[in-house]
């Protein structure tokens, strides 16, 4: 099994979801962001600053496709079960994820959209309802995801979402929304393997 996590728009959040699916899902992970996740999943990570492709069914295998470059991406995307495509709301991140998505899908498998950071106050606002709907028009699976504490905790402890609330009743109280979302996008990850 073999999941990417890639959009050319930096920082918004594919190392930090990679991290937690891949842990989540006991899977290897692949990056070449090495600062903090060679100290919090030791033997599980491999910093490569050049891609190959691992066709060997029974290694699973997530990939955080930041900082490299396209022409390297592009056959670990065709060998992936699911490519997930993490952007924020702001006009440059839609942008170069519509952008993104049209690149790759001709050759990809399934691709879904995570729309992270959300906040619960912007959502009736003109230019969230705009940014969705072009989203939507891109016809693929689309994912929110609210802004949470748990997500930078995750790289600082090194401790996933769902390990930081089986720790912690009332991190699991406070986040429960959050947590919902993250399930959900865990399950769709899961079904499309
Ligand atoms: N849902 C969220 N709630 C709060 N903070 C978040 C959320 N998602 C990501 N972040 C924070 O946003 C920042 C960027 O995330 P991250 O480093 O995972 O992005 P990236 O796409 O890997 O960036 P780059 O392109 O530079 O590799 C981090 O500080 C992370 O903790
Ligand atoms: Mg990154």
Redesign the pocket.
């Known amino acids: 099994m073999r999941i990417a996590f890639f959009?050319t728009k930096?920082?918004?959040?594919?190392?930090?979801?990679a991290f937690n699916v891949a842990k989540d899902l006991n899977m290897f992970l692949i990056t070449n962001?090495g600062s903090t996740l060679e100290n919090i999943y030791h033997n599980k990570v491999k910093i490569v600053k050049e891609l190959e492709v691992y066709d060997d069914s029974k290694v699973n295998i997530v990939y955080?496709l930041?900082?490299y470059l396209f022409s390297d991406v592009t056959k670990v995307l065709e060998y992936s079960h699911i490519v997930v495509i993490?952007t924020t709301l702001d006009p440059d991140a839609i942008t170069k994820t519509i952008r993104t998505v049209q690149k790759i899908e001709s050759y990809c498998g399934k691709i879904i959209i995570v729309v992270?950071?959300t906040e619960s106050q912007t959502k009736s606002k003109s230019h969230y309802i705009k940014s969705i709907a072009q989203l939507k028009e891109l016809g693929k699976e689309l994912f929110m995801?609210?802004?949470?504490?748990l997500?930078?905790n995750s790289?600082f402890q090194g401790e996933t979402i769902l390990e930081q609330i089986s720790t912690n009743p009332l991190t699991k109280r406070s986040a429960t929304n959050f947590v919902m979302e993250y399930q959900n996008i865990l399950y769709s990850i899961q079904k499309g393997t």
């Open positions: 959009n930096g920082g918004t959040g594919k190392t930090t979801l962001d955080d930041g900082n993490p992270n950071r995801l609210r802004k949470s504490e997500m930078p790289m």
